[in-house]
């Protein structure tokens, strides 16, 4: 285990230092995205360490300018907890580097156009003309029925899963291509937001960004979504009028994206599950803990906490307090949707499929294509099911070793 002591050089040169308000200050590793707020005096100390003074120096000096004694080791160590250092001395080699997604390594030079302010014209200008297309021809409106774009059941739900997973990739890229023009790297992960299995970019090092730096990297899925739903809607609509001529599977295909992309925007705007919208708005309001402050506070209304979320609750800043008093309703109104979708979508549909490719895999010749169908659908919908299941696992499993 490493240690420091107060005659230590802590390696803290690769961190970065903002100020987040009048006396308080963001410190962290944009590398790894590990991040704390700390008062102006830990700001202080941070920069003396990063300057080439020992421990005992850095705290000497911070006394002679504020005429208070500091405690730089047990600072020190609180970075070291955090992840923020690794316990190297600056006269140490230098760690690994953390692994990223090879999109972000992209030289922002490159990508930054595509986040320009005439690249965001053209975003927000993909919104508007299919909201356009769709007040023309209200008929172009999405309906669950898309996703069956064969009269075969089972390979339209493959192919929409298939094609679902490939516009998602697609959402994540155009995040960590944002984070690479501000020069942020990012990682790519399996998370869940309640019961649902999602694909997240992390882009933790934007917190060492301005506020007003962070909303295009936050907002860049959403606009691709916006892109590849125009996409999708334009070629109909010409259709519907009569100026193109497309296939009728063409035609079919073309519904089923436009579906699965206007769901997924949706989606983006539940800020409960902490998904894009909710980042946006966390910046927005200058929160830093928002989601768990809320429940939290939810929590303790209902059961007693233990002594580490109660002592969250009671050192949250007055901010996330104050936003959480209307965002907790938001929160509940999320929690109560949700469990209205599992009784009434997700738990009638799984039984229903999963059933369907029972009833298959017993009736069917072995091998035959129906009952390699039958296997597919059972796949898929298993994975539907028991992916959330797994991320909760494996997070809990990472958070016991962490605390090990």
Known sequence: MITLDADSRPRVAHLVVREEDTDEYVVGDPATGNFVVVPEVGARLVRLLAAGRTVAEAADEVERETGEAVDALDFVEVLLDAGIIDGRTAGEAAPATARHWSVSRIPARVVRPLFGRAAWTGYVGCLVATVAMFAAEPSLLPTYEDTFIFPDIVLSLLITNVVVIVLTIVHEVWHALAGAAVGVPSRLRVERRGIFPVLETDLSGLWALPPERRYGPFLAGMAIDCVLLFGAVAPRFAWSRGWIDLPPGMVRFLAMVVFSQAVKLAFQTLAYLRTDMYLVMATATGCRNLHQITRLSLKRLVRRLDDGEAAILRDAHARDLRVSRWYRLLYVAGLVWMAWFVVHFL??????????????????????????????????????????????????????????
């Not at 799984?350 to 035959?368: H, N, R």
């Not at 898929?380 to 299941?389: D, G, M, R, Y």
């Open 347 to 404: 738990w009638p549909s799984a039984k229903v499929t999963l059933g369907w490719a029972a009833g298959v895999l017993v009736g069917a010749p072995f091998a035959s294509p129906y009952w390699w169908e039958g296997i597919a659908l059972l796949l898929f919908t298993s994975l539907n099911v028991l992916l959330p299941l797994g991320v909760v696992v494996r997070n809990r499993v990472r958070a016991r070793r962490a605390a090990a």
